[in-house]
């Protein structure tokens, strides 16, 4: 096993200085599959109340899984009553709560005073329990207004997360005052989309940092565009299937089948064309589940028969004629390993 186990119990932990929170909108779906590509699984155990640091040696975090509650009497129990500790059959399960505000960070920190999280046992006093991992991803930052370069001297990129806002008070902050970058909360809707639509399976690829592109989701407020991702390797391929048409992607024997990225839509008039031009087709169409659908019923199989049709994706656009265009790699059949 390539795994390196620094697991991190911290029952009473002193106060830190916030630095850095930030969004992620999915967890790395993609690598988290084989744990080739972990450099470290963690878990960090941090009183209610005070502040939980996540960090990443090397690598970036990915959150696992985040419990709220108590399921032990001597965790967090200094100074505490008898009867705030003796409930251990207390626990919430909160992982996207806190993935939202460390997946794709170096490090995070989290004032748990500012989480809003339902009790689950009023009178218990509890503690958070976060499992998490390091896995390896290049890192971009751009500030508000310019354009982030990303580049694979080797593969095409995969784009794990992405945020245009601000989750710190020191990024993008030279010669500001402090009114512009006093708001260390504020995370983008919608940046994961768009940045994955220009740049997944490119080998280099520009992203303009601007309310133009992405929502602004805290106007007065100084923002930068903060992305994690990975190169992965040149053996990729790109299927299309035309709507109301289905395919099979099928894997050479002791190979898996590994999904990249699928849109169920059209972003070109010239694939899959239609018999009658006069009728308009829109070319900005996207299905936001398509990646999800397609890797659910292939990932980690040698073939899968997947169709190209409203049934399974929705329809995105009424009226425009879709295709379904995917990309994807045969890795090593590691999964029985």
Known sequence: MWIISSLKARSNISTLDSRMVSLSIILFILL???????ISAEKVITCDGEIQRLSCDTGVISVQSVSFGRTNENICSIGRLKDQISNTQCSL?????IAKRCDGLKVCEINTQELSVQDPCVETYKYYTTNYICIPAE???TCQGGYSSLYCENGRIQINTANYGRTDKHTCSEGLPSDQIQNTTCYSPNALSPVSQRCNGMKSCEVFATHTVFTD????TYKYLAISYNCLPLAIWSRVICENRNTTLKCEEGTRLQIHNANYGRTESSICPITNPKVPQQTDCYASN???IVAERCDGKNDCVISASNAVFSD????????LHITYSCVADYFDS
């Open 32 to 38: 988290s599959l084989s744990s080739r590509f972990v």
């Open 93 to 97: 399960e909160i992982p996207k709560l």
């Open 139 to 141: 890192t971009s930052v």
């Open 217 to 220: 989701p805290c106007n007065g």
């Open 290 to 292: 398509s990646k999800e």
């Open 316 to 323: 995105p656009c009424y009226g425009t004629f879709k295709y």
